[in-house]
């Protein structure tokens, strides 16, 4: 199957998370993603190096599917040998530090006099525009940033961190759309664009929501707890324990929450508060009596009978869960990665499907610099010529 960015090159100067998993999801769409690393390798090889085997799980995640060059782009040569790149592909992407592109002469005004049809992407920790543009950051200097720290949890007036890497992810995600909304646009116009992306900023729009519920109320919502904290108060919207598990349930309103309280055996709590309004008011009387009827029976049982009701309800599943879950391999959510180290391994795969044909395998992230030599042939370097630039340290 041909898949829609087949064809377009991209050349990645990321490192570490928000940048190279955007490039990654490119990568998935069938971009050609060339790596550019220094010659001891990106920061992200290195991460839980000590904890456990090489490659480590952090860069085979941010970076299956591409190819890397190992280049000096502070020495002269180097500079000259990114400039033959920016020729020939049609996305460059950064997540340096806001300027730093710059000092090394890779300004989005300098690349695009030699390529006017270039992509020029950067992800940063605040924006580049304003007083923190040049302030750097990493995942949870965006959630703390970003507010959803004190959303999450339970404590009032603790900050709380989610448990994975949202802010890096989604920067990533709403760096890798903008691209493609560039690419559209040349596509009519068949010039060029810049691209910029915050940790900060996707983290807003990650609570668009909530942060507009606020402006528009001036209530602070409080911590989400087993739920969410515009919805828990009000609505049956929250995980709760079963006899063997946790499940969750997802909005049981009106004649869902009939129907809830039916299944549970609890058909009293329909009649004492019929609508929602009074259910909202009563919240805190309704909650422990569902909790005490949930342990009763297991999450099989209880996800059968709201089945039945068309109840929207599912299991809270652990990371094993997942990745023995037959759903996530058949749709290539989990997928399997074969690796010339490791064999074949399970991996987070991709979670967007065309033409309803999951990429179930995916490929392995490339070994340091495996690509360089075949790249500087191509660009028109000799094997002298390549020789001499090894033997002087630039690649």
Not at 28 to 38: L, N, R, S, T
Request: hydrophobic letters at 40%.
């Amino acid at each position: 199957m041909t898949l829609p960015l087949e064809g377009i090159r991209v050349l990645d100067f990321t490192w570490m998370q928000q940048g190279p998993f955007s490039t990654t999801l490119l990568a998935d769409m069938g971009a050609e993603v060339i790596k550019v690393e220094h010659r001891e390798g990106e920061r992200g090889r290195a991460v839980d190096r000590n904890q456990v085997p090489e490659p480590v799980p952090y860069f085979i995640a941010h970076n299956r599917g591409k190819r890397s060059i190992t280049l000096d782009v502070r020495r002269p040569e180097g500079r000259q040998i990114v400039e033959r790149f920016v020729e020939q592909v049609d996305v460059v992407v950064s997540n340096m530090r806001i300027g730093k592109m710059d000092d090394l002469g890779f300004s989005y005004d300098n690349f695009s006099a030699i390529n006017p049809r270039l992509i020029y992407a950067c992800g940063s920790a605040f924006g580049p525009l304003g007083d923190r543009a040049q302030v750097p950051g990493n995942d949870i200097i965006g959630q703390a940033a970003g507010g959803i720290t004190t959303r999450t949890g339970y404590s009032e007036g603790v900050p709380t961190p989610v448990g994975a890497a949202i802010a890096d992810q989604t920067g990533a995600i709403f760096l890798c759309t903008g691209i493609l909304a560039a690419l559209v646009q040349r596509e009519r116009t068949g010039q060029g664009e810049q691209v910029d992306v915050s940790l900060y900023g996707s983290q807003i729009a990650l609570q668009s929501w909530e942060i507009t519920n606020y402006s528009l109320s001036g209530k602070e919502a409080g911590k989400g707890g087993y739920g969410h904290p515009l919805l828990t108060h009000r609505a049956v919207w929250r995980t709760f324990q079963t006899s063997d598990g946790w499940i969750a349930i997802g909005g049981a309103v009106t004649q869902k929450f009939k129907a809830l309280a039916e299944i549970v055996n609890l058909p009293m709590l329909a009649e004492q508060y019929p609508d929602d309004v009074s259910r909202a008011a009563a919240m805190s009387d309704i909650q422990p009596q569902l909790e005490k009827r949930f342990l009763t029976e297991s999450n099989t049982f209880w996800l059968e009978k709201f089945a039945e009701k068309d109840i929207f309800s599912g299991p809270v599943q652990s990371y094993e869960d997942i990745v023995a879950d037959p759903q996530a391999r058949e749709n290539g959510y989990i997928a399997s990665m074969m690796h010339p180290a490791l064999g074949e391994v399970a991996i987070a795969g991709t979670p967007i499907q065309f033409g309803r044909s999951p990429r179930t395998t995916l490929p392995a992230p490339p070994e340091l610099g495996d690509h360089t030599e075949r790249y500087l042939t191509e660009i028109g370097y000799s094997w002298d010529e390549i020789v001499n630039l090894r033997e002087i340290g630039v690649i």
